[in-house]
């Protein structure tokens, strides 16, 4: 009798085992049928909304570095480089010169990695990779850190990751780099394990190469590491976590020192050589407007909480986590992590950001991740959350509209440029240059506005005739259109007889002002 019960409860096993497996084959199929939906519509969305036609700004400048990257060139292309020896003209906006080279602001990693990636295929069509990096960040968090397909996809549809990924970014591969490193760390934290935790930081840390929002998130979880591990007292392991910290950290430091003259780079550099110092008082409003809203002059700006309010729910959730003051409970360092890492960001931040301020506290979706993925079961079924995930969604539908207007808009722009080519193109300034998009990659195109200045003036076309070009297009924002940012007011305007007359000093015949769309333009012949 007793081998009998022994056989039914070997067999008892064996059925609950096959059950696991069975649910557990379900699951992983389930998961990859979201991950391929998700894949396809999002690629579908970027066709709805034309992103081939993006290129301007942020995208257009990392086209070109891209673009560079192809032809390794440790300086960004320049069709007119022989008429701009001082490297001051070059028509891409954030494109400045940097150790005697042409250099973006954004990430040269990003660009190197992209390059060989992506070698193969045209600078227009890289943005539809966008999608690939999603779909592995996803899988990634769903495979290390046990987080289910449909929190993390719910997350990078109804937070700031989905405007920030549609055209060419860092942000898909930057994502995709966090969630293996986060998870890592995640997985170490529950497993108390000092070795994946040091894994996770060292490769985090490697990811400020791609943006340095994400050497504030390393440090922070560095330090945490450290409270997680001292309250152990395992003290060798907490060696082991300062090396694999202090060595990619010195990496960055040596690269960006070598590379850009500063050992927090280029895009430290840049932005700080021309933001004044702040005050105290102006810094925490800006903190303010990235956590939450503003109403400026480019109307209002949509702040990381105001974006996501459902994260603000996830403290209301876990606002007892405190209490315990348990520093070996993962959840506490996610919920600590959500919240100091914005507030970091925020105050370290150079401005407030164009639109969406909360572009800046991106990576803080990760420990709301965590957190969420914890308490799923009640909270997808809880109304208050549902609602505030919608109002997230709404806020994305309400941009992409606008991002669609937007890449009409400029599409449009573009086939007014290509009816236009010519010797040479000459802008006011990079700010109506961008509306070129990719041909300013191989038309010779410089930005000047200093046509009353005769020195200037005089070197610039004293280089032009020798170079012997004859045919130039000069290029202004539309003096008619009902656009206060366009109305700059310039020292010789475009459609004045006075530009006429200063062109014709430096042997130019102008023909008449003329405008498109919001675009105005003088054909001069030589």
Same mark, same amino acid.
């Given at each position: 009798?007793?081998?009998?019960?022994?056989?039914?409860?070997?067999?008892?096993?064996?059925?609950?085992?096959?059950?696991?497996?069975?649910?557990?084959?379900?699951?992983?199929?389930?998961?990859?049928?979201?991950?391929?939906?998700?894949?396809?519509?999002?690629?579908?969305?970027?066709?709805?909304?034309?992103?081939?036609?993006?290129?301007?700004?942020?995208?257009?400048?990392?086209?070109?570095?891209?673009?560079?990257?192809?032809?390794?060139?440790?300086?960004?292309?320049?069709?007119?480089?022989?008429?701009?020896?001082?490297?001051?003209?070059?028509?891409?906006?954030?494109?400045?010169?940097?150790?005697?080279?042409?250099?973006?602001?954004?990430?040269?990693?990003?660009?190197?990695?992209?390059?060989?990636?992506?070698?193969?295929?045209?600078? =227009?069509?890289?943005?539809? @990779?966008?999608?690939?990096?999603?779909?592995?960040?996803?899988?990634?968090?769903?495979? /290390?850190?046990?987080?289910?397909?449909?929190?993390?996809?719910?997350?990078? /549809?109804?937070?700031?990751?989905?405007?920030?990924?549609?055209?060419?970014?860092?942000?898909?591969? %930057?994502?995709?780099?966090?969630?293996?490193?986060?998870?890592?760390?995640?997985?170490?934290?529950?497993?108390?394990?000092?070795?994946?935790?040091?894994?996770?930081?060292?490769?985090?840390?490697?990811?400020?190469?791609?943006?340095?929002?994400?050497?504030?998130?390393?440090?922070?979880?560095?330090?945490?590491?450290?409270?997680?591990?001292?309250? =152990?007292?395992?003290?060798?392991?907490?060696?082991?976590?300062?090396?694999?910290?202090?060595?990619?950290?010195?990496?960055?430091?040596?690269?960006?020192?070598?590379?850009?003259?500063?050992?927090?780079?280029?895009?430290?550099?840049?932005?700080?050589?021309?933001?004044? %110092?702040?005050?105290?008082?102006?810094?925490?409003? =800006?903190?303010?407007?990235?956590?939450? @809203?503003?109403?400026?002059?480019?109307? +209002?700006?949509?702040?990381?909480?105001?974006?996501?309010?459902?994260?603000?729910?996830?403290?209301?959730?876990?606002?007892?986590?405190?209490?315990?003051?348990?520093?070996?409970?993962?959840?506490?360092?996610?919920?600590?992590?959500?919240?100091?890492?914005?507030?970091?960001?925020?105050?370290?931040?150079?401005?407030?950001?164009?639109?969406?301020? %909360?572009?800046?506290?991106?990576?803080?979706?990760?420990?709301?991740?965590?957190?969420?993925? *914890?308490?799923?079961?009640?909270?997808?079924?809880?109304?208050?959350?549902?609602?505030?995930?919608?109002?997230?969604?709404?806020? *994305?539908?309400? +941009?992409?509209?606008?991002?669609?207007?937007?890449?009409?808009?400029?599409?449009?722009?573009?086939?007014?440029?290509?009816?236009?080519?010519?010797?040479?193109? /000459?802008?006011?300034?990079?700010?109506?240059?961008?509306?070129?998009?990719?041909?300013?990659?191989?038309?010779?195109?410089?930005?000047?506005?200093?046509?009353?200045?005769?020195?200037?003036?005089?070197?610039?076309?004293?280089?032009?005739? *020798?170079?012997?070009?004859?045919? /130039?297009?000069?290029?202004?924002?539309?003096? @008619? @259109?009902?656009?206060?940012?366009?109305?700059?007011?310039?020292?010789?305007?475009?459609?004045?007889?006075?530009?006429?007359?200063?062109?014709?000093?430096?042997?130019? =015949?102008?023909?008449?002002?003329?405008?498109?769309?919001?675009?105005?333009?003088?054909?001069?012949?030589?």
């Amino acid at each position: 009798m007793s081998d009998f019960h022994f056989l039914l409860s070997l067999s008892d096993k064996q059925m609950q085992k096959g059950r696991k497996v069975v649910i557990s084959e379900k699951t992983n199929q389930q998961t990859l049928v979201y991950l391929f939906l998700f894949g396809f519509l999002f690629l579908g969305l970027q066709f709805l909304l034309s992103v081939k036609t993006s290129f301007i700004s942020d995208s257009l400048t990392k086209a070109a570095q891209i673009e560079s990257a192809k032809e390794w060139n440790d300086s960004i292309l320049y069709p007119a480089e022989n008429l701009d020896p001082d490297k001051k003209m070059h028509p891409i906006l954030f494109v400045i010169a940097n150790q005697g080279k042409l250099k973006s602001v954004f990430s040269e990693v990003f660009a190197r990695i992209y390059s060989v990636l992506f070698y193969f295929i045209p600078i =227009q069509w890289i943005m539809f @990779t966008n999608g690939i990096f999603l779909v592995l960040a996803s899988y990634l968090l769903y495979r /290390i850190g046990k987080i289910p397909v449909p929190v993390s996809l719910l997350i990078f /549809i109804a937070s700031v990751v989905f405007s920030q990924v549609l055209d060419i970014s860092e942000v898909p591969f %930057s994502i995709f780099w966090i969630s293996l490193s986060y998870s890592l760390w995640s997985r170490g934290l529950e497993q108390k394990s000092p070795v994946l935790i040091s894994i996770a930081i060292f490769l985090m840390v490697l990811g400020s190469f791609l943006r340095l929002e994400i050497l504030i998130l390393s440090c922070l979880i560095y330090g945490l590491s450290f409270l997680f591990l001292y309250f =152990q007292k395992r003290f060798f392991e907490i060696l082991f976590i300062t090396i694999a910290f202090i060595i990619p950290v010195l990496l960055f430091f040596l690269w960006n020192q070598y590379e850009y003259g500063h050992f927090l780079g280029i895009r430290y550099h840049f932005n700080y050589s021309i933001t004044e %110092s702040q005050s105290i008082g102006s810094r925490l409003y =800006q903190l303010q407007k990235i956590l939450f @809203t503003s109403f400026t002059e480019p109307g +209002l700006k949509i702040g990381f909480f105001l974006y996501s309010p459902y994260f603000l729910y996830v403290l209301y959730i876990f606002r007892k986590q405190f209490k315990t003051k348990n520093f070996q409970e993962p959840n506490l360092f996610h919920l600590m992590i959500l919240i100091i890492y914005p507030i970091l960001v925020g105050l370290s931040a150079p401005n407030d950001g164009i639109t969406i301020t %909360s572009r800046y506290t991106l990576f803080a979706i990760f420990p709301g991740i965590f957190l969420i993925a *914890n308490q799923w079961q009640n909270v997808k079924t809880n109304k208050l959350f549902l609602f505030l995930v919608i109002c997230s969604i709404l806020i *994305n539908v309400l +941009l992409l509209k606008v991002s669609k207007e937007s890449f009409k808009m400029i599409r449009k722009t573009n086939s007014i440029y290509s009816s236009l080519k010519s010797d040479l193109w /000459i802008f006011y300034d990079r700010n109506i240059s961008g509306t070129a998009g990719l041909s300013l990659l191989s038309q010779p195109s410089i930005s000047f506005q200093d046509f009353e200045n005769k020195e200037l003036r005089t070197s610039l076309f004293s280089r032009i005739r *020798n170079e012997k070009i004859n045919q /130039i297009y000069i290029f202004d924002f539309s003096k @008619t @259109t009902p656009n206060a940012f366009m109305h700059l007011k310039r020292g010789v305007e475009l459609n004045s007889d006075e530009f006429v007359k200063v062109l014709h000093e430096e042997g130019f =015949q102008c023909k008449t002002y003329e405008e498109k769309s919001w675009i105005g333009y003088r054909l001069c012949l030589n």
